[in-house]
């Protein structure tokens, strides 16, 4: 079972960066797609960005499409969201889950315990 571990989120001013990492444990990362998802106060949680097991293939909600970048570095373990241009609404709880079915699965199996992100000036 892959253990996910989420760090970096803060508080950041409107315009602003931020890059989550999220540390993996447990199992082999490169077998598994790997997401983000976020989850604000009183909304449900949504897909944030998604990239497959190879790292070939990303996908992205309209909402962060040209401001956020999702990678990650399989010989570390680690899935990366950079986040640029930052709004309030991109305040939230973000969450890095995985799954070896791919980006497409309807429910993650593995998730993180999530960090916040708050955009505000």
């Known amino acids: 079972q892959l253990q996910l571990v989420e760090s970096g989120g803060g508080l950041v001013q409107p315009g602003g960066s931020l890059r989550l990492s999220c540390a993996t444990s447990?199992?082999?990362?490169?077998?598994?797609?790997t997401g983000w998802f976020r989850q604000a106060p009183g909304k449900e949680r949504e897909a944030v960005a998604c990239?497959?097991?190879?790292?070939?293939?990303?996908n992205y909600a309209d909402s962060v499409k040209g401001r956020f970048t999702i990678s990650r570095d399989n010989a570390k373990n680690t899935v990366y969201l950079q986040m640029n241009s930052l709004r309030p609404e991109d305040t939230a709880v973000y969450y890095c889950?995985?799954?070896?079915?791919?980006?497409?699965?309807?429910?993650?199996?593995?998730w993180g315990q999530g960090t916040q992100v708050t955009v505000s000036s």
């Open positions: 889950a995985a799954d070896r079915a791919g980006c497409l699965v309807p429910l993650f199996g593995s």
């Open positions: 447990g199992s082999t990362l490169e077998d598994y797609a």
């Open positions: 990239i497959s097991s190879s790292g070939r293939s990303t």
